[in-house]
């Protein structure tokens, strides 16, 4: 089994701060996935990454920045904090991308914009 | 696009009563469905994984799979409180695994 690690837990910001989330993945999965969830929503992912040093933009990448510094960990930036904003970050891993590869989920990042 | 849609969006059943959830989705060709749960402020946990038509038993959850109808459902036996939770259809391709769609979930209340 394996563990997928975010920090923080809860995140204040305020409007137009750049803010960054973390992820680690114990599981020496390949490919690590960042998703957003808003109520009523559901998940709509905004960046992922195969392998160490590779970025892909999902569908709602505009506003964030990710890097993959290495195999086991994937941060995500919001490079401005919008006004009011909440919402629950989701960090999840894979092996592979194909498949019926699981993606495996962290306990999320809960962001609050004053 | 795909599009992914749950039903209902919020259902409150009995303990030990049956729970019924229906998920449909508009991609003929989507191949790999996963039911997970979320409960308040945590991460989602998979509880069925379904590939082919017909179903998919884990434990107290089973999944039906019916891609001609596109639909895809999970029946939770016997729940209990301790499964009251939002629950998640999740719906890919076996070449495109990694892009997942999500549907906006079911919230589930099991009375006591």
């Known amino acids: 089994g394996g563990i997928i690690t975010q920090t923080p837990k809860f995140l204040i910001g305020q409007e137009g701060q750049k803010l960054t989330l973390k992820c680690q993945q114990n599981f020496n999965h390949d490919t690590m996935y960042w998703y957003r969830q808003d109520s009523g929503k559901g998940l709509r992912l905004i960046y992922y990454s195969i392998t160490e040093n590779d970025l892909q933009k999902g569908d709602l990448s505009e506003g964030y920045d990710a890097s993959r510094e290495k195999k086991s960990s994937f941060s995500l930036t919001v490079t401005s904090a919008q006004k009011n904003e909440m919402a629950v970050f989701l960090c999840?891993?894979?092996?592979?991308?194909?498949?019926?590869?699981?993606?495996?989920f962290g306990p999320g990042t809960r962001l609050t914009v004053l | 696009q795909q599009k992914v849609q749950q039903s209902p969006e919020s259902l409150t059943v009995s303990e030990g009563a049956m729970a019924s959830l229906n998920c449909t989705f508009s991609d003929g060709t989507s191949n790999n469905f996963r039911w997970y749960r979320q409960h308040s402020a945590k991460g989602l946990e998979v509880l069925v994984s379904?590939?082919?038509?017909g179903e998919k038993e884990e434990g107290r959850f089973t999944a039906h799979l019916n891609r001609a109808n596109l639909h895809v459902s999970l029946h939770i036996r016997e729940p209990q409180p301790s499964d009251s939770a939002v629950y998640l259809c999740?719906?890919?391709?076996?070449?495109?695994?990694?892009?997942?769609?999500f549907g906006k979930g079911t919230h589930l209340h099991v009375l006591p």
């Open positions: 379904i590939f082919s038509d």
């Open positions: 999840a891993s894979s092996m592979g991308t194909g498949g019926y590869a699981e993606q495996f």
């Open positions: 999740a719906v890919s391709t076996y070449t495109n695994a990694y892009k997942v769609i």
